[in-house]
């Protein structure tokens, strides 16, 4: 496969596809087209914007966008990374990789602003890893 264009899907285009956009597009080649989409995109969240400063990681342009304004002609691979939510239906023909994994916000938990972040650490982290190892070696 020809790795020259990746879409990231999650539900809200907040937290982990976000992410997965800015750290693809700090590690993958210039060359690659790296976007990011949801099916009920919502705003960026503060906690991922936090989690990629720590790094060092450019997030200037981020915002969350609906699946449905990607064209999929030219998108060569498709990462999903909902986990017990119903990821978004892309139409084309895109190969397909499951990266499952929860959403680090736990909205649905009391915790403290630092307890949240480390969620987003942790999501940041497994998606990077997964990045040098996965994506950039297909796209070389």
Do not use: Y
Not at 8 to 29: D, K, T
Not at 33 to 52: E, I, M
Not at 61 to 81: A, E, N
């Amino acid at each position: 496969m020809t790795m020259d264009s990746v879409l990231f899907l999650c539900v809200a285009n907040s937290a982990r596809s976000q992410m997965a956009e800015a750290l693809a597009r700090h590690i993958l080649p210039s060359g690659v087209t790296v976007q990011s989409a949801g099916s009920k995109p919502s705003r960026v969240n503060p906690f991922a914007v936090r989690a990629l400063q720590e790094k060092g990681i450019p997030f200037e342009g981020l915002h969350s966008k609906s699946v449905d304004t990607i064209d999929p002609v030219p998108v060569r691979l498709v990462v999903t990374l909902c986990d017990e939510e119903s990821c978004p239906v892309f139409l084309g023909q895109a190969e397909r990789w499951d990266w499952a994994m929860p959403d680090p916000d736990r909205t649905h938990e009391d915790l403290t602003d630092e307890a949240r972040l480390a969620f987003f650490r942790q999501a940041r982290d497994r998606i990077e890893a997964r990045i040098h190892e996965e994506l950039a070696p297909a796209a070389s």
